[in-house]
């Protein structure tokens, strides 16, 4: 039992190092949906209907299964004044887009208009994970239209090439400057803004020395604050652009006309954006008409399709749940993909028989089946337990391991009572789904703290099978949690105290974080 237990805890500490390969492109993606999420908190607060509009805009997840063939759409768009909102967190506070002059659909402004606005949201971080970053300071929003202006003017410059992997794209940059840290204006002029920080001054010139192109030019950036203003930390203080730190929302501006009229654009970004957003608008007979023309339309592209038919069914329309299934039957992969992350937006009754059915379809390739069982963690339904649990019994690794995420999810989501019919469960399952129980158990308890009581955890303990497992749980926590009561451990099983304190050392050492280069 001791060697079983101890090749498990080798398992769980190879699987972290593994992961730190995606570690740094996990980061960008963990801040990108900081940004994203601040931005529609605080659009919220601002009066704004905001809905996330760029697919999996708020989702951790990596698809490494799946090249990503979709064309950029702004991130958030309003639903009662119909602006649109394309959000750009940095570790840095700068103004600044990727661009590409090889690729149009890669340029800094595709898809965006002159009255759209660019968010920038600057990002710390607050932990040890890759996820583990929060925003700090004001949003900034620019106008896309101002952005033009500037960039026309001159007032701009590039970086670097980013290389072959990244389209050669460079970062497109406007000149501005950033309070580090909290302080007071203290003098303004054409020349430089002063700053009180701390008790110290420092002036902040408002011209800019470039070179580029073997010449020097000068930029210059105009004061975005005034004498005797407080700064936040990140603040911009001057730019070669305006900036503003709320936009009014005018509900009257829009309605489901303006979303209508948009799946008639001859751009796909605003069809795209225009099939999305009917969907909230259930009580119009004029939106839904507008959409099922569109999902006849045999020129439209799929993805602009698959979003039609979401809509459709969101707004309870035969239509769209046939075209649904009809994808999902056709038994391609990317299809199949794209369709189960729209239902995963969708009202989750309405779509959860739709990706289970994929999840417990074996004719269909293991990847899609990866995307349905992560599906099922995104809707969090407690309805999806027991699909989840047979998972643990496939013989795709894969497979399981998203179905471990998915439980995951689902019991973060739901009560204490639900958890504790997550333990019973354990009891009576076999050794495969005991594994994959345990890994859920274990991290719930590590992200709620002490909301089981160890009594419970202990109580899963019925058979020498089981032993292993608790041991697994058990160990995997923080010690501290348990110092007081391990004598309690020892009383109820003297293999367990063993196992759950060698794992204890096992897990804690610095040499499992050693690598050999």
């Known amino acids: 039992m001791i060697y079983k237990i101890f090749s498990e805890a080798i398992k769980e500490v190879s699987a972290r190092l593994f992961a730190k390969t995606y570690e740094s492109f996990l980061e960008k993606i963990a801040i990108g949906v900081i940004g994203v999420?601040?931005?529609?908190?605080?659009?919220?607060?601002?009066?704004?209907?905001?809905?996330?509009?760029?697919?999996?805009?708020?989702?951790?997840?990596?698809?490494?299964?799946?090249?990503?063939?979709?064309?950029?759409?702004?991130?958030?768009?309003?639903?009662?004044?119909?602006?649109?909102?394309?959000?750009?967190?940095?570790?840095?506070?700068?103004?600044?887009?990727s661009h590409s002059e090889r690729d149009p659909d890669r340029a800094w402004d595709y898809g965006l208009t002159d009255e759209d606005y660019v968010v920038i949201v600057s990002c710390k971080r607050r932990g040890t994970k890759p996820i583990d970053w929060e925003c700090v300071g004001p949003l900034h929003f620019v106008l896309v239209g101002d952005l033009k202006a500037a960039h026309t003017k001159g007032n701009t410059f590039f970086t670097k090439s980013k290389g072959r992997e990244e389209g050669f794209e460079r970062r497109l940059i406007w000149p501005a400057k950033f309070a580090k840290k909290l302080g007071k204006v203290v003098e303004v002029n054409e020349e430089f803004v002063k700053l009180e920080v701390n008790g110290r001054k420092?002036?902040?010139?408002?011209?800019?020395?470039?070179?580029?192109?073997?010449?020097?030019?000068?930029?210059?950036?105009?004061?975005?604050?005034?004498?005797g203003e407080n700064v936040a930390e990140n603040q911009a203080i001057a730019s070669v652009v305006d900036i503003k730190h709320e936009i009014p929302c005018k509900k009257s501006e829009a309605n489901e006309e303006i979303f209508i009229n948009l799946l008639s654009s001859s751009?796909?970004?605003?069809?795209?954006?225009?099939?999305?957003?009917?969907?909230?608008?259930?009580?119009?007979?004029?939106?839904?008409?507008?959409?099922?023309?569109?999902?006849?339309?045999?020129r439209e592209e799929k993805l602009i399709l698959y979003e039609v038919a979401a809509s459709l069914l969101e707004l309870n329309q035969k239509e769209g749940e046939e075209f649904i299934k009809e994808t999902l039957n056709s038994h391609d992969p990317y299809s199949i993909h794209?369709?189960?992350?729209?239902?995963?937006?969708?009202?989750?009754?309405?779509?959860?028989?739709?990706?289970?059915?994929?999840?417990?379809?074996?004719?269909?390739?293991?990847?899609?089946?990866?995307?349905?069982?992560?599906?099922?963690?995104?809707?969090?339904?407690?309805?999806?337990?027991?699909?989840?649990?047979?998972t643990f019994n496939s013989i795709s690794s894969e497979i399981k391991k998203e179905a471990a995420r998915a439980l995951f999810q689902i019991t973060l989501a739901q009560n204490n009572e639900y958890f504790k019919e997550l333990l019973d469960q354990f009891k009576s399952q076999n050794e495969k789904v005991?594994?994959?129980?345990?890994?859920?158990?274990?991290?719930?308890?590590?992200?709620?703290?002490?909301?089981?009581?160890?009594?419970?955890?202990?109580?899963?303990?019925v058979d020498e099978n089981s032993k292993?497992?608790?041991?697994?749980?058990l160990g995997t926590q923080n010690p501290s949690k348990y110092e007081a009561i391990k004598e309690e451990i020892r009383r109820k099983d003297e293999k367990v105290f063993f196992a759950v304190n060698l794992l204890w050392v096992i897990l804690r050492s610095w040499i499992w974080e050693l690598k050999e280069y």
């Open 468 to 473: 292993l497992w608790v041991s697994y749980i």
């Open 202 to 227: 420092r002036k902040y010139s408002l011209t800019l020395k470039r070179k580029q192109n073997d010449e020097e030019k000068s930029i210059k950036m105009m004061p975005l604050v005034k004498s």
């Open 338 to 390: 794209e369709i189960i992350i729209s239902l995963c937006e969708l009202t989750p009754s309405k779509s959860f028989k739709l990706i289970k059915n994929v999840l417990v379809d074996e004719t269909l390739p293991e990847a899609v089946r990866v995307t349905a069982a992560w599906g099922l963690g995104e809707l969090k339904l407690k309805e999806a337990t027991k699909v989840l649990i047979d």
């Open 267 to 298: 751009s796909r970004v605003d069809r795209f954006i225009g099939a999305k957003a009917l969907r909230y608008f259930p009580n119009s007979p004029k939106a839904i008409n507008a959409l099922k023309e569109k999902l006849n339309d045999s």
């Open 37 to 97: 999420k601040s931005t529609l908190d605080t659009l919220q607060k601002q009066g704004h209907n905001p809905i996330p509009m760029e697919k999996g805009t708020t989702s951790f997840k990596i698809w490494a299964s799946f090249k990503t063939k979709r064309f950029r759409v702004p991130d958030i768009v309003c639903l009662n004044c119909g602006k649109r909102f394309e959000v750009r967190a940095k570790t840095k506070p700068e103004i600044s887009m």
């Open 434 to 461: 005991r594994e994959g129980l345990s890994w859920v158990i274990a991290k719930t308890l590590e992200n709620r703290g002490n909301s089981s009581s160890l009594s419970d955890i202990l109580d899963l303990v």
